[in-house]
């Protein structure tokens, strides 16, 4: 970096998780060993949505053949704005200042706004909050770090119309084998709640009766997510696969019970993505009846509603003791005026552990190769791991 010892942004809450309406605190550090003349210093605080995909459309044939690339689009600003921390705003006129060799350490105070959605990464687009930093140089190239904050906005389960009432289903499918009909395979499928919350597992309790002369390869339990993603001109809808369980295989002329198996949720975004009129996020448990050869499989879907607060309900059935003493809950999720409404003083707050969709690279198509910071990101989600005897406490923000 030359005469560019340092330049980073470090945020007072090391895990980087905020609530709508909470306080953004840091500083930016900057270390020159020479002094640099520069317009200034300033930060940008941006949290922002897009959406974008491209489609091939061939039409013709032949010579006469013509393939165009439609290109789909939409984003939503929730804000961008800036601090000098230290010479000029942008564009503003006058002498560029210089600063001296040594070290300096701006802090920064900034309170998000109320409503913004939580942080998403997706395939066809992504929800990001970050801080960028540049020291803009005269007749040079800046000097850039950038660093992401993950944003969660609650969900909570309590407020949510069935989330507490279970949901059962079946289904029957008869299968040919070349000109003989086979008889049918059925199947049952249900769940005592329809919402829950990561860390907790879903009991699968369902039942296969193979009235077939065909073997079943095997049933499974599949948690996936559909995200729809919203354009200008179009929509797209994205289907992603979680986790799954699976049973084996079932003979003809018998049967299979499933008696409440588990099948764990991982970090994961809540559903809907309030705040967001571009992604749309909801859930599905779906059970199903693969057969052995060519057929289609039989399948059960139900809609779940993945929260960020869990049930009292099943709070209570854990048997959590009251919380420790230290930060009231409502200090724990909420830290603005207007934040996001805090839970009942008697529910265990959740850690945060990293999204089950892993990291991604936060370099824009704005980021020239000057820009550096800690470019890889993964957002963090509320996690609660009922396993343990007490629930560890979310970050104090």
């Not at 904050?149 to 609650?154: D, E, G, I, S």
């Not at 990561?198 to 095997?218: C, F, Q, T, Y």
């Not at 945060?352 to 957002?379: C, H, L, Q, R, W």
Request: charged share 20%.
């Amino acid at each position: 970096m030359g005469k560019l010892k340092l330049f980073s942004i470090s945020l007072n809450n090391p895990q980087a998780v905020y609530y709508p309406g909470q306080f953004l605190e840091g500083h930016v550090t900057v270390e020159l060993t020479e002094e640099m003349k520069m317009r200034g210093i300033r930060l940008q605080f941006y949290g922002g949505a897009i959406v974008r995909w491209s489609e091939t459309r061939t039409t013709g044939s032949g010579k006469h053949r013509h393939t165009t690339v439609i290109h789909y689009s939409a984003h939503e600003t929730y804000f961008n704005s800036e601090l000098v921390l230290f010479g000029k705003a942008s564009g503003q006129g006058g002498d560029n200042p210089t600063l001296r060799a040594g070290s300096y350490t701006y802090p920064f105070r900034y309170q998000l706004r109320n409503g913004i959605p939580s942080s998403f990464e997706g395939t066809f687009g992504r929800i990001r909050y970050y801080l960028n930093a540049t020291i803009d140089k005269p007749w040079k190239f800046d000097h850039t770090t950038k660093r992401a904050f993950t944003v969660v906005n609650l969900l909570d389960l309590n407020s949510e119309p069935g989330a507490a009432v279970g949901s059962r289903g079946d289904n029957e499918k008869t299968l040919c084998c070349l000109c003989c009909k086979s008889g049918p395979i059925s199947g049952t499928f249900q769940i005592d709640r329809c919402g829950y919350v990561p860390g907790e597992s879903i009991p699968i309790k369902a039942e296969v009766i193979n009235h077939s002369n065909r073997r079943m390869k095997r049933s499974y339990a599949e948690l996936f997510m559909v995200v729809i993603y919203h354009s200008t001109r179009k929509s797209r809808t994205d289907y992603r696969k979680i986790g799954e369980i699976s049973h084996g295989e079932v003979l003809p002329g018998d049967s299979d019970t499933w008696h409440g198996d588990l099948l764990p949720i991982p970090p994961l975004p809540p559903s809907k993505l309030h705040g967001c009129r571009i992604i749309v996020i909801d859930y599905y448990v779906k059970f199903c009846v693969a057969p052995a050869g060519p057929a289609f499989q039989l399948e059960i879907p139900m809609k779940l509603i993945i929260g960020s607060i869990p049930l009292k309900s099943t709070v209570q059935q854990f048997g959590f003791p009251p919380p420790l003493p230290g930060p009231s809950q409502s200090q724990l999720y909420q830290g603005g005026a207007q934040a996001s409404a805090p839970p009942e003083a008697s529910m265990p707050p959740p850690t945060y552990a990293d999204s089950a969709f892993g990291t991604v690279n936060i370099k824009d198509e704005d980021d020239s190769e000057y820009t550096k910071g800690e470019m890889d990101y993964t957002p963090v989600y509320a996690y609660y791991n009922w396993g343990t005897a007490t629930q560890p406490s979310a970050p104090t923000m």
